[in-house]
């Protein structure tokens, strides 16, 4: 029998605790003495239930330069994080019941957060036959979330199949939503930076124009549809009117969409390059207010690691893409308002709670109350950091914070009961 007695922490909404873990579980929340449990002094910390990402790239398998399982699991525990959802694009795609035991298979081996797989829609990501739905659904990684991240399914016939079929246990369709005939050869944002700098332009309406077809597909046939990485202020409104109705439609917001715009571009330093692009800062308000309002539901990293030479090279070769797992929950409090204004409560809805509830991983996203998964963080409200590439988790660098003072810290990361991050470092040692 393990203790573990987490004491005075900030236990968001619930005012000062101590927290008791037995055994992976929250055995008691209160005033606590326990005499030969293992004591960690959280005076002055705010205690989060684990962050979740709906959104990350772990790039194994396949491309292992750029990052692991391991590698970005552990990035993730340094984030705050204790479940991630691994994106399809892998090499080869996550298209099969095998590919997704595999990924899932590796978090477990890793130890430092759950990896919940998601499955491809298409068959290698073409946007052509149905992947292996079911038989992903059915599998050991128990598939929910399907999508073809990095692509869009523009196809209306086959994102009308998707849906029916995975409305049949429960699932939902991600999208990606970029309808790919407005942004052939695109770069950058369109709009008065693009012009000035002469470089092909990615206009908002290709993100707004899949976006309100798949509310209405979504509508029509009563399935999921969850929207990644929302970048614009007409998505915002379109997702605000659907859900009016009652759609069955939730959406996401990436940190850098919620600081930074495309007046960054004019460096030309590709570490700026993502899909979708950097938009206005008249977008970049309307998102703040969004999350904050929860008409968008959740922050995810869009964590999308680069190898150096697919990164450090002109702007129109460079892949698209920037890290997120490290920074995420310091740029997320910066949105809501800073450290002294941010309101936790709100945070761990949208970092935490409702992620895991979109994907349906019910040992997460809960606050400290007996008989729960001790799945927590401890953050530290008054610290901040610098963000040093070289100091980061994930084996790659490509972080758009490079140099910057963000802040908030995340001093402990717990899984199942076990630090994964302790005084801010990482443990080597996960397995029990
Ligand atoms: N966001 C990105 O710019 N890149 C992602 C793909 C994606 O999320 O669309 C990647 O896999 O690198
Ligand atoms: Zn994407
Ligand atoms: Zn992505």
């Not at 795609?93 to 797989?117: H, K, N, S």
């Not at 523009?154 to 995975?166: G, S």
């Not at 005939?181 to 709009?191: D, H, I, K, S, V």
């Not at 029509?220 to 915002?236: E, I, K, L, P």
Request: negative net charge.
């Amino acid at each position: 029998m393990s203790e573990l007695l987490i004491k005075s922490a900030d236990i968001v909404g619930k005012g000062r605790k101590d927290i008791l873990v037995r055994d992976g579980r929250v055995a008691e929340v209160g005033s606590i003495s326990a005499a030969g449990a293992e004591v960690v002094d959280a005076d002055g910390l705010v205690l989060l239930p684990g962050l979740v990402d709906l959104h990350t790239h772990l790039r194994e398998p396949g491309r292992e330069d750029a990052e692991t399982v391991l590698s970005g699991t552990r990035a993730a525990a340094k984030g705050g994080y204790t479940a991630v959802c691994a994106m399809a694009n892998s090499y080869p795609v996550a298209d099969t019941a095998g590919v997704v035991e595999q990924v899932a298979a590796l978090g477990r081996a890793a130890g430092y957060a759950d990896v919940q797989p998601i499955g491809a829609v298409s068959i290698g990501l073409e946007g052509k036959r149905l992947a292996e739905i079911g038989a992903m659904a059915h599998s050991a990684a128990k598939v929910r979330m399907f999508s073809d991240d990095g692509h869009c399914v523009h196809d209306p016939v086959l994102m009308r199949r998707a849906l029916e079929y995975v409305k049949t246990f429960g699932g939902l369709i991600a999208q990606h939503a970029e309808e790919p005939r407005l942004t052939e050869g695109a770069q950058m944002n369109e709009g008065a930076v693009s012009a000035e700098l002469g470089l092909p332009g990615w206009p908002s309406v290709a993100e707004e124009a899949i976006i309100a077809r798949d509310v209405l597909l979504a509508e029509y046939t009563g399935a999921r549809v969850h929207f990644c990485h929302v970048s614009t202020a007409r998505s915002v409104a379109i997702i605000r009117e659907a859900k009016a109705r009652g759609a069955n439609v939730t959406a996401e917001v990436c940190p850098h969409h919620l600081l930074l715009t495309d007046d960054a571009v004019r460096s030309y330093d590709p570490v700026y390059k993502v899909n979708p692009p950097l938009r206005r800062e008249a977008d970049v308000e309307v998102l703040r207010a969004a999350l904050a309002e929860g008409v968008i539901d959740a922050v995810a990293t869009d964590h999308a690691p680069h190898a150096p030479q697919d990164k450090e090279c002109e702007w129109a070769a460079a892949r698209p893409g920037m890290l997120g797992l490290e920074t995420a929950l310091s740029i997320s409090v910066l949105a809501l308002g800073g450290p002294a204004d941010c309101d936790w409560d709100v945070l761990a809805e949208r970092t935490s709670r409702t992620p895991a509830r979109i994907a349906g991983l019910e040992a997460h996203g809960r606050d400290p109350k007996p008989g729960v998964e001790a799945n927590f963080t401890l953050v530290d409200p008054s610290a901040s950091w610098t963000v040093v590439p070289e100091g980061l988790a994930s084996l790659s660098r490509n972080t758009p914070y490079a140099g910057r003072e963000l802040p908030v810290t995340v001093q402990a990361t717990f899984l199942r009961g076990r630090a994964t991050v302790l005084n801010g470092k990482i443990e080597e040692e996960t397995q029990a």
